[in-house]
């Protein structure tokens, strides 16, 4: 059974290592998943732990893929780098201000504005819209959308070469973009790239400063699932199986090496190609999870 699961955590960690960067919603992908490949870490406890568990794991293992961030972009992303100069410092600086304030909207809505649904409705955020439906719409939606935007974008050069030449109202408005990423099947890379690239922003430069601005998103994301997880095992008492902390550390280290791919991928993909693959790919995976969800094939 150990064994098992621990394969399992293996194909979690590798789609959530290729779909978390390249803007096709993980969420999409580990729903189907998850549909055909249920972990099942605990088997002597209820549903509400399986629940409780999937729900903090598939955001957890974020981290991994978080961490090939900072691995891969620590030179540009480090601001006590003694080769650089002080000018230097003070562009990584600035660069590290525009991503926190890119980070506001969706941190405030994520926070403030689900807690307040939460109370006042009894379901938060992913309570109301959380469903196969709404993913496989997202999907589709903002797969058309990158196809439109990259055939309107193609005509015109883009306005920002690099994400230093981001400014400080470009990033807020790549911020509220991220926002639309709350809905599952949008894809936070997705919602944000497609942001950058509406204001004319170059592809390598939006996919970039994509990748910088999941570094707080998914770490905050990944700290409030984490304690609503703890916060659920001190109030039921139920004691979380060795096993379920191995899955989880194997799923996270498997998403920290698939993601280093992946970005290197992605960064070499839009030298040369326009995001409106990943639009084709969106649309048809859409109608596969709207086939097989809603229409019961």
Known sequence: MGFIEIIKAIIFG???????WLPVSSTGHLILLDEFLSLNVAPSLDATFAD????????????????AVVVMFFGKLNPFAPSKSALEKKATWVLWFKV???????????????????????????????????VAVALIVYGV??????????????????????????????GCFQVLSIVPGTSRSGSTILGARTLGISRSAAAEFSFFMGIPAMAGASLLKGYGFFDYVSESG????????????????????????????????VKKHSFAPFGVYRIVLGALVLIYFVCGF
Do not use: C, H
């Not at 590798?14 to 978390?20: D, L, P």
């Not at 568990?53 to 957890?60: G, Q």
């Open 14 to 20: 590798v789609i959530e290592g290729i779909t978390e």
């Open 52 to 67: 409780e568990y999937m729900s903090m794991f598939e955001v957890v293992i974020q981290l991994g893929a978080i961490l």
């Open 100 to 134: 926190l304030i890119a980070s506001i909207p969706a941190a405030f809505v994520g926070i403030v504005v689900d807690k307040l649904l939460e109370n006042a409705t009894g379901k938060d955020i992913d309570g109301w819209i959380y469903n196969a439906v709404t």
């Open 145 to 174: 959308l990158f196809i439109l935007v990259e055939r309107w974008q193609a005509r015109k050069s883009a306005t920002v070469s690099s994400v230093e030449e981001i400014s400080y109202g470009q990033a807020m408005l790549v």
């Open 238 to 269: 139920v004691q979380v199986p060795p096993l379920a902390w191995v899955v989880l550390a194997v799923a996270s280290v498997v998403a920290f090496a698939v993601s280093m791919v992946a970005i290197k991928f992605l960064m070499e993909f």
